[in-house]
């Protein structure tokens, strides 16, 4: 080729170029890209700027929910084919992001707890619940008051999400940005996937949405297969968790084990896909309130589902975001007053109980318009004004009625709620008490719940730091697993049981035995009504059948001649089922009358108990020669002293861990016991110079109880306070205002925190009394100022009368 | 705003009280058209009159004081009776204009407590007085009887002396303070909403306001004038 041709071909191709710029140039700036491109480009680019215009459009003010038949993809983006081999679980961010910009939902209030800078009033905080450490620690990424941050206990995303998934509608800390997700040494993003912001969590309405599902997805590590099988769309199997660390999702099916380590894996239900691969969700806008209260529930410990109250809107077919509302940005309307200002959203103040019912703040300053949904106008006759201006509406309004002082309520979030499945889930701890009234930092009081936190901790020069539990655990050793000999003993003892057979223990009053879980279930033996007390009964180890309790060794004397071999049996089981328990002190003996039963070779072997070993009897454990009990007294005592209780910690324990923290290899090469503490019932536990347990006050308000409002349920009108009269709250003894509670934790301990309500509230005990006292007067004091009124009013009317009267020379002048 | 109003009032009033006196000791002053001059003139007395009103009592200047007032010569019943209007009136105007005054949160605790039980007695002993002593509060119309020149007509004024006002000042005293009464009294009964309380507490601080008024004026014109021995 020619010089001359190939630069005319040079000019040519930059030409081309030039006109290719210009094209695609004219093409971006000159509105949507569907005049340009074919129809449909731009749902197939929903990254490009059209796409982004595409889903900040308006409201066309159609009040339908359109059908959501929409194609599925996976994080990569890619069309899901539901029989394809092997498919990925659908992505929310790829699946919805198309028309409701992700992004912009991630900063809503379910997800941006992290990143927040706004948080508002308190809300309820996550609560760290590890019985054995006895660890009650309220946690929140929002700073609130009384809560820790998770980065303070070194909770990285991947632990808050496996402490907290169950109960996380997906996004925030369960899809950390790759910055925060893949450094982490104890992580295993790579193999879990992260969890997405679940739409379908609250929009599902479909009745497949199972909570439990994303709950059993989540503790599988199943994280980016958990909205899938949670909505039902698809049966999601294997288990992440189960995985080596080293698995992608890009490896597919675990070839070498289909048993134990299957990777997740989805089959999709095919049922639901039209031709073109596209899935029905059946969409609720607004959320159903089933979806709201898989999180949100609250309900009194001792209420039967039969009887519990409902919230009266609810009751009138309100619906939780009829009033919790909110945009694509989610940013859910929280509905208490100064919401508004703190937001900068107006519309806010609509939501407000004030706002609602009366369309003004607490000052009587009118801001919107009352009425919303029906809300009905109250009246509240006859009650005085500085109720409106010194309470909130909620004190007489919400909650349990507080005639018998506190409620112990559970709460889906802190005692794991609305998980199902053969594992019992719910918690009875922490113990969540409410309505519990207390003044806010405006001065208004308001009824909250709450729960009194209980860590283990070293102070930092005037702060208090929590440990992890898993420190504790490490530390503590044997101390804290107590329960566990003793569980794994009977478990042990059980295979030496027959058929409807339970191996128990007896001790101090206390009938053991072994449950389905694994842990040990205690029942009296001794009723209190038939003069006995627990501690009368002594030890003894047994087995129970059809309720009858018979010696787990029976007694026989080994030297006589008739006698009955299934005596020897029964001992050879016993010591064959002792034999397997795992850390044993030593070999399994059983002592019947001075003869001694060992199992030699597989073979009972039956000897002369020597001299040291006159006294022993029973089963035990031979170590160094000398017989030893079964459980030690320790693990007896312990066990006995927290049966019938939700104790899960004696002092003794806290004793013995505080030393085993304080021990130099515990705490890095430091020894002392001074700046290590317990806290539980809001009291502080430390070990003094002797090494004697002391109880005292936590640096800061460490111990205080953390609290925050509640606003539901709604009683009726009829069950509010006040309705009754003013002496629903106002007497010399009112619950409202005297009752005192103390303080609870998982340790057994009389030293504990009191709180009486007039402390919380920060109002005067003594003059509500002599307050509360004057209602008994008050009819009278009525009575009174009415006669005074009308008896002085009828002279000024005389005095009225008579003026006219003269004025109008209707009444002569006397002489 | 009615602390505002009440502020001023207070002061609008005792600054009247105070004129009154003026011209009492400046006869001179009464015919004087020049506003300007009177105003400096008033105002002068006044400066002279405040270090004199500051100064520090003798001692037992004030039990001397409280001890010169007419109603410890009444008879027993009476005297009791008064002791305990003026007593039971001047803790609740003071509690109350106080606490709305110079309290953010107003009237609460055990002052309110204190500040019910002595409306309960203001309100009974306000109902003895009545019907006591209204007797003597009444008007008795007198015949007037218009001068002949025309010179006498131009000054003439209807005779109306410090004793016709305090007549009226009683008057107004006594609506007044039923009136605060009637509005507390129907502010605990269950009749009235949120609207109604709001309308019920304005009524009673209005009435109380109005009736310090009326005490202030009564207690200059009536209760501290100089009397005749007689009386």
Redesign the interface.
């Known amino acids: 080729m020619s010089t001359a041709g190939r630069t005319a071909r040079r000019a040519a191709r930059a030409l081309t170029a030039l006109a290719a710029v210009a094209f695609f140039a004219l093409a971006s700036a000159s509105g949507p890209a569907g005049a340009w491109a074919a129809p449909g480009a731009a749902w197939a680019a929903p990254a490009s700027g059209a796409g982004a215009d595409l889903k900040q459009k308006p409201w066309d003010g159609n009040r339908t929910t359109p059908a959501h038949l929409i194609p599925l993809r996976d994080e990569n983006d890619q069309l899901i084919v539901p029989t394809d081999v092997d498919p990925m679980p659908f992505s929310a961010r790829y699946t919805c992001g198309p028309c409701h910009d992700y992004k912009t939902v991630q900063g809503g209030w379910h997800w941006n707890a992290m990143k927040s800078e706004k948080n508002g009033r308190p809300g309820e905080p996550w609560i760290w619940l590890d019985p054995r450490t006895g660890t009650v620690l309220p946690l929140s990424y929002r700073r609130w008051p009384g809560t820790w941050d998770p980065k303070v206990l070194r909770l990285n995303p991947w632990d808050f999400t496996a402490l907290f998934g169950r109960h996380l509608p997906g996004g925030g800390p369960a899809e950390p940005g790759d910055e925060v997700a893949f450094p982490g040494a104890d992580s295993r993003w790579n193999v879990s996937g992260k969890a997405e912001a679940n739409c379908l969590a609250c929009h599902n309405k479909s009745g497949r949405q199972d909570e439990s599902e994303w709950a059993k997805q989540v503790l599988r590590q199943n994280l980016r297969w958990a909205a899938t099988a949670a909505a039902g769309v698809g049966e999601v199997g294997g288990m992440a968790s189960r995985l080596h660390e080293t698995w992608d999702v890009a490896d597919g099916p675990n070839l070498d084990d289909h048993e134990w380590a299957v990777a997740p894996s989805v089959k999709y239900r095919t049922v639901d896909f039209d031709s073109k691969h596209r899935y029905f969700f059946d969409i609720a806008y607004p959320p159903e309130d089933r979806n709201c209260l898989a999180c949100h529930s609250v309900s009194p410990v001792k209420d039967a589902r039969a009887t519990s109250p409902v919230d009266v809107h609810t009751a009138r077919g309100i619906k939780c975001a009829e009033c919790h509302r909110n945009g694509l940005g989610h940013a859910i309307t929280r509905g208490y007053e100064g919401e508004a200002a703190e937001t900068g959203d107006r519309t806010a103040e609509s939501f407000t109980c004030r706002g609602c019912h009366l369309g003004e703040d607490a000052s009587g300053t009118r801001l919107v318009m009352p009425g919303r949904l029906g809300a009905p106008y109250p009246k509240h006759t006859g009650i005085p004004l500085v109720h409106f201006r010194r309470l909130e509406c909620t004190v007489c309004h919400s909650g349990p009625v507080p005639d018998k002082g506190w409620t112990r309520v559970r709460t889906s979030r802190a005692n794991r709620l609305g998980i199902y499945g053969v594992a019992q889930w719910s918690t009875d701890q922490p113990a969540v008490m409410e309505p519990v009234f207390m003044r806010d930092g405006g001065g208004r009081i308001g009824p909250r719940r709450l729960v009194w936190p209980a860590f283990w901790a070293r102070t930092e020069g005037k702060s208090v730091v929590p440990l992890q539990p898993g420190e504790v655990e490490t530390a503590a050793g044997d101390v804290l697993k107590c329960e566990d000999r003793v569980a794994a003993l009977l478990a042990a003892l059980a295979q030496a049981c027959g058929e409807n057979e339970f191996a128990v223990l007896g001790a101090r009053g206390w009938l053991f035995e072994v449950n389905v879980d694994g842990g040990l279930d205690a029942a009296a033996m001794v009723a209190p009504e038939q003069g006995g007390t627990p501690n009368d009964a002594p030890l003894f180890w047994g087995t129970k059948k059809d309720g009858v309790i018979s010696p787990l060794v029976p007694d026989f004397d080994p030297a006589a001649q008739d006698k009955d071999p299934a005596a020897e049996t029964k001992v050879q089981a016993t010591l064959e089922a002792l034999a397997t328990v795992a850390g044993a002190p030593g070999p399994p003996a059983v002592v019947v009358r001075k003869t001694i039963y060992r199992m030699a070779e597989g073979n009972l072997a039956a000897a002369e108990a020597p001299a040291e070993l006159a006294g022993a009897a029973g089963a035990g454990w031979l170590v160094g020669g000398k017989f030893v009990p079964l459980a030690s007294d320790f693990d007896v005592r312990t066990v006995a002293a927290k049966a019938g209780t939700e104790r899960t910690l004696t002092e003794e324990q806290v004793g013995l861990v505080l030393k085993a923290l304080a021990a130099p290899e515990a705490k890095g090469g430091q020894g002392g016991t001074s700046d290590l503490l317990y806290v539980s019932g809001g009291r502080a536990f430390r070990l003094d110079k002797a090494g004697r347990l002391k109880s005292g006050e936590a640096a800061g308000d460490a111990a205080a109880p953390v609290t925050w409002p509640l606003a539901h349920n709604v009683r009726p009108v009829q069950q509010s306070l006040g309705w009754n009269g003013c002496t629903d709250c106002h007497t010399a003894d009112s619950k409202f205002f005297f009752k005192t509670a103390s303080g609870t934790g998982p340790l057994l301990t009389k030293s504990v925190a009191t709180k009486s309500a007039t402390s919380l509230m920060r109002v005067g005990s003594l003059f509500h009394r002599v307050f509360g006292l004057t209602f008994a007067f008050r009819p009278f004091f009525k009575l009174l100022l009415a006669v005074t009124v009308i008896a002085t009013g009828a002279v000024l009317a005389v005095f009225l009368v008579v003026v006219a009267g003269k004025l109008a020379g209707l009444i002569e002048k006397r002489s | 705003m009615f602390v505002v109003v009440s502020l001023l009032a207070l002061a609008a009033t005792g600054l009247g009280l105070a004129f009154r006196r003026f011209r009492h000791h400046h006869p001179s002053s009464e015919g004087n058209i020049l506003y300007a001059a009177v105003a400096r003139d008033y105002t002068k007395w006044l400066a002279t009159r405040i270090p004199g009103a500051l100064k520090k009592p003798a001692p037992g200047g004030w039990a001397a004081w409280v001890k010169s007032f007419r109603v410890w010569r009444l008879p027993l019943f009476e005297k009791w009776l008064l002791a305990c209007l003026y007593g039971s009136f001047a803790y609740l105007a003071a509690s109350g204009f106080f606490c709305v005054i110079f309290v953010p949160?107003g009237l609460?605790?055990?002052p309110l407590?204190l500040h019910?039980f002595a409306?309960?007695i203001f309100?009974?002993c306000?109902?003895l007085v009545?019907?006591l002593r209204?007797r003597r509060f009444?008007?008795?119309?007198r015949p007037l009887a218009l001068p002949g020149d025309l010179e006498s007509v131009r000054r003439f004024r209807i005779p109306w002396g410090p004793r016709d006002w305090a007549k009226l000042v009683f008057?107004v005293f006594?609506?007044a303070?039923?009136s605060a009464?009637?509005a507390?009294?129907l502010?605990?009964?269950?009749?009235?909403?949120?609207q109604?309380?709001?309308i019920l507490?304005d009524w009673h601080r209005w009435s109380a306001l109005v009736s310090l008024l009326a005490a202030i004026v009564f207690a200059d014109l009536e209760l501290f004038a100089p009397r005749p021995e007689a009386e």
């Open positions: 949160r609460y605790g055990f407590v019910v409306g309960a309100a009974i306000l109902t009545a019907y209204a009444t008007f008795e119309p008057w006594l609506a303070g039923v009464a009637a507390e009294l502010a605990m009964l269950p009749w009235f909403h949120y109604g309380e709001v507490l």
